[in-house]
């Protein structure tokens, strides 16, 4: 494929994966306490792979409800003089920077966030979003690709671990429960499906431009990245 498919690829919007560490399951009440976001980059061979990732710690928001029971499972000490928290406003900022440079970068119009149980992240962001007003959020504010139900289809599995070892990708339990790590396992994830999906995909592409969705000079994908 050519370098700008990633433009027509998912219709115009460029996949990132977004990952949360929170302080219980209540977006509207509960602590954010780390954020991060993975790109996703689509290679001249037409192959998807994980990007740059950009993760940060952030402090909690004044009044946030933090459950212990969350804090076991992450083993994140919101309080710690050496973690290096910054406010909700800034954490969120500086990956819409980053993703704001992505999307143009891929001629795309928006980000769509992809989440492992995705709802739970975008639930989060936009909720963190609402708190701090910020005008210029560049992920759809409802639409999501979640893996956990990517890889029930595909893999039989719906636990991001298990999806992960099934899949052959190098799993650390360890350190699961951060948001980067985990983010770029999901990465990973997305990343395998969408491209062992790739016949599928580019038959559909195919069927499109038969159906004249996709204007007549837009040129189809070459034969030896089609095999490949």
């Known amino acids: 494929m050519s370098t700008m498919a990633m433009s027509r690829r998912f219709r115009g919007f460029l996949p990132v994966v977004v990952d949360v560490e929170t302080g219980g399951f209540n977006s509207a009440t509960d602590a954010l ?23 940060f710690h952030v402090q909690p928001f004044e009044g946030s409800n933090i459950e212990p029971a969350a804090l076991a499972v992450t083993g994140i000490d919101p309080h710690h003089p050496l973690r290096p928290a910054i406010p909700e406003r800034d954490a969120l900022q500086r990956i819409f920077r980053e993703v704001r440079t992505a999307i143009r970068a891929a001629d795309c119009r928006r980000a769509v966030l992809v989440g492992h149980n995705a709802a739970f992240d975008l639930g989060f962001l936009n909720a963190a979003v609402a708190r701090t007003d910020i005008k210029r ?30 899949a052959n990708i190098d799993w650390d339990s360890g ?15 997305f990343c395998t499906i969408a491209n062992e999906s790739r016949d599928s995909y580019l038959r ?20 030896d990245d089609a095999a490949g």
Not at 175 to 189: G, N
Request: hydrophobic share 45%; glycine share 6%; charged share 20%.
């Open 33 to 55: 306490l780390e954020i991060s976001a993975v790109m996703i980059d689509l290679g001249v061979d037409g192959v998807l792979r994980r990007g740059e990732s950009h993760a």
């Open 137 to 166: 959020n560049p992920f759809h504010p409802f639409s999501c690709f979640d893996t956990a139900t990517l890889a029930g289809v595909a893999l039989g599995q719906t636990v991001l671990a298990k999806a992960a070892v099934v």
């Open 175 to 189: 350190s699961a429960h951060s948001a980067r790590y985990d983010a770029e396992r999901t990465a990973d994830l």
């Open 204 to 223: 559909a592409e195919e069927r499109a431009r038969m159906l004249g969705w996709i204007e007549p000079d837009t040129p189809p994908p070459a034969a």
